[in-house]
Nanobody
Framework: QVQLVESGGGLVRPGGSLRLSCLAA????????MNWYRQAPGKERELVAS???????ITYVDRVGRFDISRDNAKNTVYLEMNDLKPDDTAVYYC???????????WGQGTQVTVSS
């Protein structure tokens, strides 16, 4: 079955960096767009970044290049590199995909990112 397993979250001080990973299984990873979402306490889930099957990427929550999404199709893994983290980046970060072949969508269990001094 389809599985998305995130890792790499944790507690970091403002200005710090984290790299999240999402290991995918159960589908043809290389042919599907992958997304990172986040949900902060009391807020709706929002799309952070997205990367197509051929590696074209876009970041939605940051305009100054703090976040970067990438993928390694050989490892069935999508990454989210986050730099210069701010307290407002505190959230649970989720890996997501909607399969091209079936239109079914899947979520990982989420990984907590806390930015605090």
């Amino acid at each position: 079955q389809v599985q998305l397993v995130e890792s790499g979250g944790g507690l970091v001080r403002p200005g710090g960096s984290l790299r999240l990973s999402c290991l995918a299984a159960g589908f043809t990873f290389s042919e599907n767009r992958m997304n990172w979402y986040r949900q902060a306490p009391g807020k709706e889930r929002e799309l952070v970044a997205s990367i197509t099957d051929i590696g074209n990427s876009i970041t939605y929550v940051d305009r100054v290049g703090r976040f970067d999404i990438s993928r390694d199709n050989a490892k069935n893994t999508v990454y989210l590199e986050m730099n210069d983290l701010k307290p407002d980046d505190t959230a649970v970060y989720y890996c997501h995909t909607r399969l091209k072949r079936t239109n079914d969508e899947y979520w990982g269990q989420g990984t907590q990112v806390t930015v605090s001094s």
